[in-house]
């Protein structure tokens, strides 16, 4: 796992919103609404243009989890009943 990959992600994160709520004070926008639009904002940027680094976040933690093992002796019956289709009531 390389740690400078959640350094990064988290930072541009960071950045982003920080960016975006100084914008939105400098428009002479109230600091709780700008903390809003900030918060979606960012989150929306960040969801459509870091999906690469995403990516690698994920990939980082699932070779973490997979290193670990299974946390759970039932984890594989639980996720074989969560990916089964559930029978209607009708």
């Known amino acids: 796992m ?3 990959r ?3 992600y988290s930072v ?5 919103f920080g960016l975006v709520f100084a914008g939105l004070l400098f428009a002479d926008i ?3 609404i700008a903390a809003l639009f900030a918060t979606v904002i ?3 940027v960040s969801y459509i243009f870091l999906g690469r680094q995403r990516d690698e ?3 980082d ?5 997979e290193k670990r093992g299974t946390a759970d ?12 289709p559930r029978e209607s009531d009708s």
Do not use: H, P
């Not at 541009?12 to 982003?16: A, N, V, W």
């Open 42 to 44: 960012a989150f929306a």
């Open 61 to 65: 933690i699932k070779a973490r989890v």
């Open 6 to 8: 959640w350094i990064r």
């Open 73 to 84: 002796d039932d984890a594989d019956s639980e996720d074989a009943a969560l990916g089964s």
């Open 30 to 32: 109230a600091w709780w």
């Open 12 to 16: 541009i994160r960071f950045g982003l």
């Open 2 to 4: 390389k740690v400078t």
């Open 57 to 59: 976040l994920a990939a």
